[in-house]
């Protein structure tokens, strides 16, 4: 059976869905890999790479494959060449491609969306969202400091001490943590805020200060964060408006699942921080945690630069596409009966695991992913 590895088409996406280093572990377990030229190009990794470790490249190579590996969905073009009978395994953000999933149903494609691969212990290797997440809490602190016209670090030097930045990080899931552990690494004093209780033992282990307010923690299902309403959110803004008021550099990373970013901070909050003070706002693309902020943009509120994320995992597409490269060959791995032969593996998902089940979004002609099935049919 044949696994090909789509050229990515949307706007601002650089990532690739298969590094070269990893295509032996495809080709070991029995599959031939096909690529479509050029996939790789905006990682930096060229077409010779990926023949070099056994894959072929080639233009037609959706064409007659089995399974289709891609970062974002397939667009329209690349599903009406797929084979009868064919599986994609990408990102595929139901709720906002509609049509995509449709198009999917309608062709018959037995889709995964690496969204929905269930967060527990077991798939762990195969969570994506973790793996990008990590990326992006590490290039937001990166940016951060970029930004920020001071050091992070204390500096003890002849001429005099240069106190170190503060930096407040609001939301502490897998971004949230990683942008704090970067911002230590590079010596600034960090204090980070999470509604669930648990976050504030993991920021303490991360040598930042836990925030700790007044107010009830907000822990939803599967240890992710609930929504707040509206007096708390308010309650929480006035709480947390002197530390903002304080930093140098903030960073905001909070999501509820299936939600509109939460807003943390309003433009006021904002106007309050010192001249030359940074905002960065990882939320921006999914409603923003600050008021103002816009994905993909630097701007000017009051004395601060606020920097607004859009596919901020895109902007390191040689680590990020390593990590999510390793997350598909890891959940193709739970998919397939492999075979010694070169050729002879075969893509036999077993719906009965949870993982397989949880993940899949259309199959055999209808919508298998309940929330999804409601909200389009
Ligand atoms: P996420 O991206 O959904 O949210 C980011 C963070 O924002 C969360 O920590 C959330 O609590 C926080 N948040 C939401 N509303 C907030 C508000 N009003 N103010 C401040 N913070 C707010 O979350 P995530 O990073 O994907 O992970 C969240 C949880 O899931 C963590 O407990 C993490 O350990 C857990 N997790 C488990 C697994 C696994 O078991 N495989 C994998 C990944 C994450």
């Known amino acids: 059976m044949k696994i090909a590895v789509a ?14 280093e990893l295509v032996e572990k495809l080709t070991g377990l029995g599959y031939a890999v096909a690529v479509q030229p050029d996939a790789g190009r905006h990682a930096l990794i060229d077409d010779e790479e990926y023949r070099s470790a056994g894959a072929t490249v080639d233009d037609g190579a959706l064409d007659d494959a089995d399974l289709v590996v891609s970062v974002q969905p397939l667009g329209t073009d690349a599903i009406r060449r797929l084979p009868a009978g064919a599986a994609t395994v990408s990102f595929l953000p139901t709720g906002q491609e509609p049509e995509i999933v449709r198009q999917l149903r309608d062709s018959g494609v037995t889709s995964f969306a690496m969204e929905l691969v269930p967060r527990i212990s077991r798939a762990q290797s195969m969570d994506a969202l973790s793996s990008q997440a990590l990326v992006s809490g590490y290039r937001c602190a990166i940016v951060a400091a970029g930004l920020l016209r001071r050091f992070f670090p204390l500096n003890m030097t002849a001429a005099g001490t240069v106190k170190p930045a503060q930096v407040v990080v609001l939301g502490a899931g897998v971004a949230g943590l990683q942008a704090i552990a970067t911002a230590k690494r590079l010596g600034a004093v960090v204090k980070a805020y999470d509604v669930r209780a648990a976050a504030a033992e993991e920021i303490r282990s991360m040598g930042a200060v836990a925030i700790e307010l007044e107010l009830e923690t907000l822990e939803g299902a599967g240890g ?12 929480q803004r006035e709480l947390l408006a002197p530390y903002i008021a304080a930093a140098d550099a903030l960073i905001t990373t909070a999501a509820v699942p299936g939600r509109t970013a939460p807003m943390l901070v309003t433009r006021q909050m904002v106007e309050a921080m010192s001249p030359g003070s940074v905002v960065v706002d990882l939320a921006a693309e999914t409603g923003g945690n600050v008021e103002g902020s816009v994905a993909g943009e630097v701007v000017r509120l009051g004395n601060a630069q606020v920097w607004g994320g859009r596919n ?16 598909i060959v890891n959940l193709v791995t739970l998919m397939t009966e492999s075979s010694e032969e070169a050729g002879a593996a075969r893509f036999a998902p077993d719906f009965e695991d949870e993982i397989v089940t949880g ?6 002609g209808a919508i298998h992913h309940g929330p999804t099935r409601e909200a389009i049919e």
Do not use: F
């Not at 050229?7 to 070269?20: F, I, N, Q």
């Open 359 to 364: 993940a899949c979004v259309t199959r055999d």
């Open 224 to 235: 992710y964060a609930r929504e707040m309403t509206e007096d708390r959110a308010a309650r």
């Open 312 to 327: 901020v995992p895109s902007q390191m597409p040689g680590p990020a596409s390593r990590l999510y490269a390793q997350n």
């Open 7 to 20: 050229r990515e088409t949307r706007d601002g996406e650089s990532r690739v869905a298969m590094v070269p």
